[in-house]
């Protein structure tokens, strides 16, 4: 299972996170899956009291780099990006994947913020509604996505301000 082997949820309280820009951009293609996706990143971002995330929609997968790109130029601290690239018949798919993936990439490293990626690439429809967050769903990936980017904001920013006590805590316990 794909999910093997992921941390057991965040570590923060609404302190931690207090005065973080979350932003959340879902695709509009298979609007059951992504709906799903970004019903779980606003729980999450809820539970862990950040408080009014933006949250845009984009019409597909490639898309998403400009828009996160676009985000962090605003001052946001974080971008939390959804969707679902399914397998087809052609090359299409792997030059998606690729381009969302990579053009993701180069917007967490050039603008310094993370990016949650909760794009989902399979196969079959199944394979996604299972990692999409539904009712009987074995994993949640829009909650995931936006719990590990805020997370490393929270994360950054205390690197930021001198701050590497999240770091050294972690470390002394291994």
Do not use: N
Not at 47 to 72: D, I, Q, S, W
Not at 102 to 107: I, K, M, S, Y
Request: net charge negative.
């Amino acid at each position: 299972m794909s999910g093997e082997g992921r941390p057991a949820g965040t570590r923060l309280d609404a302190r931690a996170v207090q005065g973080l820009r979350v932003a959340v951009v879902a695709t509009r293609w298979y609007p059951e899956i992504t709906d799903a996706l970004l019903a779980g990143a606003l729980r999450a971002l809820d539970e862990m009291g950040v408080a009014e995330p933006t949250v845009l929609r984009v019409p597909g997968a490639f898309e998403l780099p400009v828009a996160a790109k676009a985000l962090a130029a605003t001052g946001h601290h974080a971008v939390v990006c959804l969707g679902l690239v399914l397998r087809g018949g052609t090359p299409h798919f792997e030059y998606v994947c690729q381009g969302v993936t990579q053009g993701l990439t180069q917007v967490a490293v050039s603008c310094s913020i993370p990016v949650g990626f909760g794009v989902l690439t399979c196969d079959t429809v199944e394979q996604a509604i299972d990692r999409s967050g539904l009712p009987g769903s074995s994993e949640d990936k829009g909650r995931e996505a936006a719990e590990a980017a805020v997370e490393t904001a929270v994360l950054l920013r205390g690197l930021r301000m001198g701050d590497a006590s999240e770091l050294h805590r972690e470390s002394a316990h291994r």
